[in-house]
Nanobody, 123 residues
Framework: VQLQASGGGLVQAGGSLRLSCAASGITFSMYHMGWFRQAPGKEREFVAASNWSGKSTYFADSVKGRFTISRDNAKNTVYLQMNNLKPEDTAIYYC?????????????????WGQGTLVTVSS
């Protein structure tokens, strides 16, 4: 199983980025997908998740209303659209996947992880 995250970069506060995570080695449409992040000196935390179909999505309170998660099962890819970025969103963003459903925010529930992509938001 491979998860390849991309799309990170440097952006000014208030800007937007879209992260992508391409999966291989799994039947993508059967797996739930999540995004987590780890800021410097902090523990990794839940950001967003999508169930297998994309019809159910979940967000951390800190990103609600600013981030959206979507997926294209035909392309085996999940996206994280990040708008109105803030300096506190600076982190390495990881995508992860799991077969079983809730709780989506629980890191230990995810079986496979990507390598991470760095997002830096300048003030």
């Amino acid at each position: 199983v491979q998860l390849q995250a991309s799309g990170g970069g440097l952006v000014q506060a208030g800007g937007s980025l879209r992260l992508s995570c391409a999966a291989s080695g799994i039947t993508f449409s059967m797996y739930h997908m999540g995004w987590f992040r780890q800021a410097p000196g902090k523990e990794r935390e839940f950001v967003a998740a999508s169930n297998w179909s994309g019809k159910s999505t979940y967000f951390a309170d800190s990103v609600k209303g600013r981030f959206t998660i979507s997926r294209d099962n035909a392309k085996n890819t999940v996206y994280l659209q990040m708008n109105n970025l803030k300096p506190e969103d600076t982190a390495i963003y990881y995508c992860a996947t799991k077969f079983y459903s809730s709780p989506y925010y629980a890191e230990h529930e995810y079986a496979y992880w990507g390598q991470g992509t760095l997002v830096t938001v300048s003030s």
